[in-house]
């Protein structure tokens, strides 16, 4: 008989998108629900996390929201961090995000981030990214810094 626990978060090869992981909480009424599901990538030292805004990411203007946009860097920082192998689910919490609204972002399209591990200490994970979608120029650009939790 297996006592482990299950993990929270659904980590795994996405058959619908080859070469991506799906990455979502196993529980759907956790605050990450609003944006999954999730799809990550690793490519050299950029870790790719998509989202596929909906109408209820909208602002009044028919674009996403910024607080959906900050919801999304936030998680994208933990999925990057998961792609890289420098966290396990639930091993961190954000110390802080900083975020530059650059441009707007549709709704029906898929968001990504594209996030690098600038530095990796034995308690910190310091990161930055840049929000593009489709051939548009960036949305926005961030950077975040993730405390382990051990």
């Given at each position: ?10 980590y795994e090869d996405d ?136």
């Amino acid at each position: 008989m297996n006592d482990a626990p299950e993990p929270h978060f659904l980590y795994e090869d996405d058959p619908d998108l080859p070469g991506w992981k799906r990455w979502q909480f196993r529980d759907s009424t956790r605050f990450n629900a609003f944006i999954e599901p999730l799809h990550v990538r690793v490519e050299d030292d950029v870790a790719r996390v998509r989202m596929m805004p909906r109408h209820d990411h909208s602002n009044l203007r028919e674009a996403v929201h910024g607080g959906a946009l900050l919801g999304f860097m936030d998680v994208a920082l933990f999925a990057a961090s998961r792609g890289f192998g420098s966290l396990s689910a639930g091993g961190a919490v954000t110390l802080d995000l900083s975020a530059q609204f650059i441009g707007m972002g549709a709704i029906g399209v898929p968001l990504e981030a594209r996030i690098e591990l600038l530095r990796e200490t034995g308690r910190m994970l310091f990161l930055r990214g840049l929000v593009v979608q489709d051939d548009k120029p960036v949305i926005a650009s961030f950077t975040g810094t993730l405390k382990k939790m051990g």
